[in-house]
């Protein structure tokens, strides 16, 4: 096609998504980006242009996209029927690789998004502990539903511990039931689970919020806190899991949780989730191990795909590899400070934050240690920084770098290339 035609077909999708979907997108990413395919790091637009893709899908795509290997396992799955709602061995599979590979896992429940994982996960602790309310921190991202809206992403701050909602449509019941702490204070945390120890289920966290990396002990303390009064702790491990390490962030800051959530990576760009945890927590799952009134119900047309899980292992497979986990961290490393030493002789305020295989910056001469810190971020500054370096070739969220095991010295080398650029653009 030439490129004419292919800018013509873009405007055509963009113009015919805005009369069929509100807003004009499925909700996640600006209706002028309209992507075609993507191959290892790297994606390109129904216009034609090449970005550097440091968006990944939102995360799944850590081996880089249409992986010979993925794709090898899903057409072999595919050609043999894509769903079936009973047991299948690819399923099973997964499930025992991530046991295998999750400090905190002892068994596992599939669902088919992250958002479900969360809503499950929280019922599991309510069902355990046959109390009600959840903690959950301020600025922690725990999918869509009404409890997981609680204080995401706040336009005005509460007080602690009053939940603010982030969207309409939420009854106002749901904030009887919610908890909200500033991440990275152990203190407020330990003096909210004591008080409310007789009615919490459950402290659920991002054990690395957003691109926050927990201060030196957070972890520890919140581990030790909620063992200590009867709380079940979760981990939301949706983006952390198979990321930061195989065994995710468990492994990575060695702190085992009760329960986790996974989604992203486990269903290989596909539609899958799970939850894990202690089989005693697991069993409420399992009307034979715990009767009727402490059932946990919950069932899912597409819940353990096999398409997702053959994704899903082929994924793991690759990551296992000797040198895997390396690579993506050494590519991390290598832009993280690459981005702070252009920013910082650029005499531009910033602080890169995150961990190497996801982080961003910040535009502020605050340190980041919480929800309320991002906020001091110059958010008009970095919605040019990001709009500049789309225009020049990078694909990335509005605030997150997603490293791939697939991103090549040529991505690294044309990446900070375009921040030079865009950098002294800003500076003008
Ligand atoms: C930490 C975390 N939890 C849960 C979710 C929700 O997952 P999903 O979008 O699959 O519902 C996300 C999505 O980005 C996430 O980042």
Same mark, same amino acid.
């Given at each position: 096609?030439?490129?004419?035609?292919?800018?013509?077909?873009?405007?055509?999708?963009?113009?015919?998504?805005?009369?069929?979907?509100?807003?004009?997108?499925?909700?996640?990413?600006?209706?002028?980006?309209?992507? %075609?395919?993507?191959?290892?790091?790297?994606?390109?637009?129904?216009?034609? %242009?090449?970005?550097?893709?440091?968006?990944?899908?939102?995360?799944?795509?850590?081996?880089?996209?249409?992986?010979?290997?993925?794709?090898?396992?899903?057409?072999?799955?595919?050609?043999?029927?894509?769903?079936?709602?009973?047991?299948?061995?690819?399923?099973?599979?997964?499930?025992?690789?991530?046991?295998?590979?999750?400090?905190?896992?002892?068994?596992?429940?599939?669902?088919?998004?992250?958002?479900?994982?969360?809503?499950?996960?929280?019922?599991?602790?309510?069902?355990?502990?046959?109390?009600?309310?959840?903690?959950?921190?301020?600025?922690? +991202?725990?999918?869509?539903?009404? +409890?997981?809206?609680?204080?995401?992403?706040?336009?005005?701050?509460?007080?602690?511990?009053?939940?603010?909602?982030?969207?309409?449509?939420?009854?106002?019941?749901?904030?009887?039931?919610?908890?909200?702490?500033?991440?990275?204070?152990?203190?407020?945390?330990?003096?909210?689970?004591?008080?409310?120890?007789?009615?919490?289920?459950?402290?659920?966290?991002?054990?690395?919020?957003?691109?926050?990396?927990?201060?030196?002990?957070?972890?520890?303390?919140? %581990?030790?806190?909620?063992?200590?009064?009867?709380?079940?702790?979760?981990?939301?491990?949706?983006?952390?899991?198979?990321?930061?390490?195989?065994?995710?962030?468990?492994?990575?800051?060695?702190?085992?949780?009760?329960?986790?959530?996974?989604?992203?990576?486990?269903?290989?760009?596909?539609?899958?989730?799970?939850?894990?945890?202690?089989?005693?927590?697991?069993?409420?799952?399992?009307?034979?191990?715990?009767?009727?009134?402490?059932?946990?119900?919950?069932?899912?047309?597409?819940?353990?795909?096999?398409?997702?899980?053959?994704?899903?292992?082929?994924?793991?497979?690759?990551?296992k590899r000797p040198g895997a986990y390396e690579r993506i961290h050494a590519t991390g490393r290598e832009l993280m400070g690459a981005l702070g030493d252009l920013l910082k002789?650029?005499?531009?305020?910033?602080?890169?934050?995150?961990?190497?295989?996801?982080?961003?910056?910040?535009?502020?001469?605050?340190?980041?240690?919480?929800? %309320?810190?991002?906020?001091?971020?110059?958010?008009?500054?970095?919605?040019?920084?990001?709009?500049?370096?789309?225009?020049?070739?990078?694909?990335?969220?509005?605030?997150? +770098?997603?490293?791939?095991?697939?991103?090549?010295?040529?991505?690294?080398?044309?990446?900070?290339?375009?921040?030079?650029?865009?950098?002294?653009?800003?500076?003008?």
């Amino acid at each position: 096609m030439d490129p004419v035609s292919e800018s013509e077909v873009e405007r055509g999708l963009v113009e015919k998504a805005k009369r069929v979907l509100p807003g004009g997108t499925f909700g996640n990413f600006p209706s002028e980006v309209v992507i %075609r395919e993507g191959r290892g790091g790297r994606v390109w637009d129904e216009g034609g %242009r090449e970005y550097v893709d440091f968006l990944l899908g939102s995360g799944p795509m850590l081996v880089g996209h249409a992986h010979p290997e993925v794709t090898a396992a899903v057409h072999e799955r595919i050609a043999r029927g894509t769903t079936f709602f009973a047991n299948n061995r690819w399923g099973i599979e997964l499930a025992e690789a991530i046991i295998e590979a999750v400090p905190c896992a002892e068994q596992v429940r599939f669902v088919s998004s992250g958002t479900e994982a969360d809503l499950y996960a929280m019922r599991a602790a309510r069902a355990f502990t046959r109390r009600d309310k959840i903690l959950k921190f301020e600025g922690g +991202y725990h999918g869509m539903s009404d +409890y997981s809206l609680m204080s995401l992403a706040p336009k005005r701050s509460g007080n602690f511990p009053a939940p603010v909602p982030d969207s309409a449509g939420i009854p106002k019941s749901v904030r009887d039931d919610m908890i909200i702490a500033p991440f990275n204070d152990a203190e407020v945390v330990e003096g909210l689970v004591k008080e409310h120890r007789d009615e919490l289920a459950g402290v659920i966290v991002e054990p690395f919020q957003r691109i926050i990396p927990p201060a030196p002990g957070f972890l520890e303390k919140l %581990r030790k806190i909620t063992a200590e009064n009867g709380v079940p702790l979760i981990f939301d491990e949706v983006v952390t899991g198979f990321r930061l390490a195989y065994g995710g962030a468990q492994e990575y800051y060695g702190v085992v949780p009760d329960l986790c959530t996974l989604g992203k990576v486990i269903g290989g760009g596909f539609p899958l989730a799970a939850i894990a945890g202690r089989e005693e927590i697991m069993a409420h799952f399992d009307k034979n191990k715990v009767g009727d009134e402490n059932f946990l119900v919950q069932i899912g047309t597409l819940s353990g795909n096999p398409v997702a899980a053959a994704a899903g292992l082929a994924t793991m497979a690759i990551l296992k590899r000797p040198g895997a986990y390396e690579r993506i961290h050494a590519t991390g490393r290598e832009l993280m400070g690459a981005l702070g030493d252009l920013l910082k002789r650029a005499g531009i305020a910033a602080q890169v934050t995150g961990e190497p295989p996801l982080f961003d910056v910040v535009f502020t001469d605050q340190p980041i240690r919480d929800y %309320r810190s991002t906020l001091s971020g110059d958010t008009e500054l970095m919605r040019r920084f990001n709009a500049l370096l789309r225009e020049r070739g990078i694909l990335k969220g509005e605030s997150k +770098y997603y490293i791939s095991l697939a991103h090549t010295d040529q991505d690294i080398k044309d990446t900070i290339g375009i921040w030079k650029d865009v950098i002294a653009e800003l500076k003008q």
